[in-house]
């Protein structure tokens, strides 16, 4: 966690963000990982510290993402945004596999924030077919 972040606003981001990642859903309770603070727009490029910019994610989304605001496509190879959860609905871009386990892109922004985001994961799609087992996961909304 970074000192810069308020109390305030981490709160209003947790609660908005309902504790979990906004790239790949995972909440902190059902992985037992603290999330990570993600500004969309990194503040590398000069992306702000505010409600509008900083999300939850968790630490593999985060360390995959890095400062990345493109990637590309792996259906059509074009350079496209990364899926933007301020600004953009999950839903939208990325739907769940028939088992509940891996995340689809159904746009090309969602299929090159997957991709970049390795967002399906040997080791999280085993985990996620353990939470699906027990009914934790995909999450309703």
């Not at 990364?82 to 689809?104: A, K």
Request: charge should be neutral; proline fraction near 4%; aromatic fraction near 8%.
């Amino acid at each position: 966690m970074s000192s810069y972040i308020s109390e305030s606003l981490r709160s209003q981001i947790a609660q908005s963000d309902r504790n979990r990642c906004c790239y790949c859903l995972t909440s902190e309770i059902n992985s037992g990982i603290r999330m990570t603070y993600d500004h969309i727009y990194p503040r590398s490029k000069g992306g702000e510290t505010s409600l509008e910019n900083v999300c939850l994610a968790c630490q593999n989304c985060n360390e995959f993402k890095g400062n990345r605001i493109e990637a590309i496509d792996p259906l059509t190879g074009e350079t496209v945004s990364l899926f933007n959860p301020r600004q953009q609905q999950w839903s939208n871009h990325f739907q769940w596999s028939s088992d509940g386990t891996q995340i689809e892109g159904i746009t090309a922004v969602g299929r090159a924030t997957v991709t970049a985001l390795r967002a399906n994961t040997p080791v999280i799609v085993a985990t996620r077919k353990r939470w699906v087992a027990v009914g934790w996961h995909p999450p309703v909304d």
